[in-house]
Nanobody, 116 residues
């Protein structure tokens, strides 16, 4: 059974930092691209960042570039999202995603609220 469990969400002031984690089990972790997505109230889910299976390549959305960084520890089957210089518009539920061709899995999400 595949499980993706996010943690680390919470309430933070604008300008602050937060680190999210996603612990993964039930799949060959290093063969999956791991991504982070978010969904704000009344909006569609949007891409935030992703990292390749080896961790050698990382991409992020323009809206978070220079502020958010995805990383992974394949020995721990865990992916991280370091969020710095947080803004009120970063408030959303953040979801972890595991993807490879023919497979796509989601976590249950963790709430991040940035107060201005």
């Amino acid at each position: 059974q595949v499980q993706l469990v996010e943690s680390g969400g919470g309430l933070v002031q604008a300008g602050g930092s937060l680190s999210l984690s996603c612990a993964v089990s039930g799949l060959a972790f290093d063969s999956y691209v791991m991504g982070w997505f978010r969904q704000a109230p009344g909006k569609v889910r949007e891409f935030v960042a992703a990292i390749s299976g080896s961790g050698g390549r990382q991409i992020s959305a323009d809206s978070v570039k220079g502020r958010f960084t995805a990383s992974r520890d394949n020995a721990k089957n865990t992916v991280y999202l370091q969020m710095n210089s947080l803004k009120s518009e970063d408030t959303a539920v953040y979801y972890c995603n595991a993807f490879r061709v023919g497979r796509n899995y989601w976590g249950q999400g963790t709430q991040v609220t940035v107060s201005s």
